[in-house]
């Protein structure tokens, strides 16, 4: 085999991808496994990360570079899943330490470090998110349900597509009931008894927030008077200007008097979780502009008290 000294990564070309090589690359670029074993040893200036898989630096890698060191090593029809394919999704959730892969049944994938791999004969449909394979939200969340044990932990994982706006339980009970129904039995007891309408409701409010270049605001809060009469419960509250959106479907104790609200000043967007599935676009628009006319009125005279009892 012909040998080269090149370093450069850019003599590469198209080979390298974020800053990671294949041990394929390097035999296509004429470099031998020995040379490449000398540019990643020590004081060399390459990492090896994964067995003939290299970065064209030596410094630590990111958690990006892992990943498509992980799928690089894996190859072709690898898919991520796990804590990162929820944070690629947008969903704000601490990543573990290790990489999870979905990898095709008909493979025996070795061992890495740091990297856990299922194999499986259902591999998902991947989504391309920022030039990595990912797979869908409802299968990451299940795909690390399925290895806890304990009740809490997993309705909390489970809920997350919910909270999120990404799946509703229909999807979330397709996919376990398609997948591996090893380790499925705690997770379907825990999905039915979630309440998947209103934590889906919240899910679609935060995209439609998404759309908007408003700040975050506080989340269940019970509006009060400066006597402390509560006034109603808003979803959502922005505690500077006095607004309130609210978009649960069920009126009740909790809801707003429209004449004590009148009264105070307070702006209230109202909508429902319907219009938030189906018109997105045109609820971000709407609270967009209740903002504002918010802003551009006197603060009323409320407060608001968190879920804590503290009053903001």
């Known amino acids: 085999m012909t040998t080269t000294t090149s370093t450069d990564s850019l003599a590469f070309g198209d080979l390298v991808s974020h800053g990671v090589l294949h041990r394929r690359h390097l035999r296509v670029a004429g470099i031998s496994d ?11 200036p390459w990492r090896q990360v994964y067995s003939g898989v290299y970065l064209v630096h030596d ?21 991520v899943t796990g804590t990162d394919a929820l944070c690629a999704h947008g969903i704000s959730h601490p990543r573990t330490a290790e990489i999870h892969l979905l990898v095709p049944h008909n493979r025996r994938p070795a061992n890495e470090p740091s990297v856990i791999t299922y194999r499986t004969a259902r591999m998902p449909e991947a989504i391309l998110i920022d030039g990595l394979p990912y797979a869908s939200a409802a299968r990451a969340a299940l795909d690390l349900a399925r290895r806890e ?11 997350l597509p919910l909270y ?8 979330l009970t397709r996919e376990l009931d398609n997948g591996n129904q090893r380790g499925s039995a705690a997770v379907r007891t825990v999905l039915r008894s979630l309440d998947d309408q209103e934590t889906f409701a919240h899910g679609q409010a935060l995209r439609v927030l998404q759309r908007t270049p408003l700040p975050t605001p506080q989340w269940n809060v019970a509006v009060c008077d400066r006597r402390g009469r509560r006034l109603g419960t808003a979803d959502a509250w922005w505690d500077e200007i006095g607004l309130a959106w609210r978009y649960r479907t069920a009126a009740g104790p909790e809801d707003f008097s429209h004449l004590a609200l009148a009264a105070t000043g307070t702006v209230l967007f109202r909508c429902t979780p319907r219009q938030l599935r189906d018109s ?16 551009r009125t006197p603060r009323p005279k409320v407060r608001a008290v968190y879920k804590t009892g503290n009053a903001a």
Not at 149 to 158: F, G, K, T
């Open 280 to 295: 997105p676009e045109e609820m971000s628009t709407e609270l967009l502009n209740a903002y504002r006319h918010a802003a």
């Open 164 to 171: 999120w706006g990404l799946a509703d339980r229909a999807e």
């Open 59 to 79: 410094k630590p890698p990111s958690r990006e570079e892992l990943l498509h060191a992980a799928v690089a090593r894996y190859g072709p029809g690898t898919v």
């Open 149 to 159: 044990n304990d009740p809490d932990e997993i309705a909390r994982l489970v809920s």
């Open 34 to 44: 020995r040379r490449a074993a000398q540019l990643s040893g020590p004081g060399g």
